[in-house]
């Protein structure tokens, strides 16, 4: 089985990828979007290859508690460097005095069934990142897939629980090369 990654709006195309749950830390989404993370986010990031790119998101309300984000960003196909644009839905909860985005992805997983025969599935998987915000600045840190021995979870309610205790135990769940900040810019006119 290969599995291929979208990653998380708030990251970019490295060797590894974020942790992807099954569940988000919420059952559901309970709390309000906030009107401070509305409108367009652009950040300037810096991959393991030492190539600068730059990535933006954009967030806007898809209901009274769900965040539509579309993440402005680039692939790179051999020598080619195209734009790679994702769309994802999130909604907030809190770990204590720690706000996080869980952002619902889809992952193609390819399955080999025969000879020359693939097949491929869509998965919906969770991904969460730990959102600190100072005036027009974002700071996302997405949690990294070693974060933990255990990789699926049951429920909510496991996976909440042990992103607590790491945090009371002040363990680093974040990855730096997840890491990203953001200013609040008015969205680019379209070129064409």
């Not at 979208?6 to 009107?35: G, R, T, Y």
Request: include cysteine; proline fraction near 5%; charged fraction near 25%.
């Amino acid at each position: 089985m290969k599995k291929l990654c979208w990653l998380l709006p708030l990251s970019f195309i490295l060797c590894a990828c974020p942790f992807e749950s099954d569940v988000a830390l919420e059952k559901k989404p309970v709390e309000p979007v906030d009107s401070s993370l509305m409108g367009y986010w652009y950040g300037i990031i810096k991959d393991g290859s030492d190539y600068f790119g730059i990535e933006a998101l954009e967030i806007t309300p898809k209901s009274d508690s769900v965040y539509s984000i579309t993440r402005y960003g680039k692939a790179i196909k051999g020598d080619i460097i195209m734009p790679d644009t994702a769309y994802y839905t999130g909604f907030t909860s809190w770990i204590g005095n720690q706000r996080f985005m869980n952002v619902e992805g889809l992952v193609k997983i390819e399955e080999v069934t025969g000879k020359k025969k693939r097949e491929v599935k869509i998965h919906r998987v969770f991904y969460a990142s730990a959102l600190d915000q100072r005036n027009d600045t974002l700071e996302v840190r997405t949690i990294t897939e070693d974060f933990s021995t255990r990789k699926y979870f049951g429920d909510p309610d496991h996976f909440r629980l042990l992103v607590t205790e790491m945090l009371k135990l002040q363990q680093n769940i974040y990855d730096a090369q997840y890491s990203m900040q953001y200013r609040k810019i008015p969205k680019p006119a379209k070129l064409f």
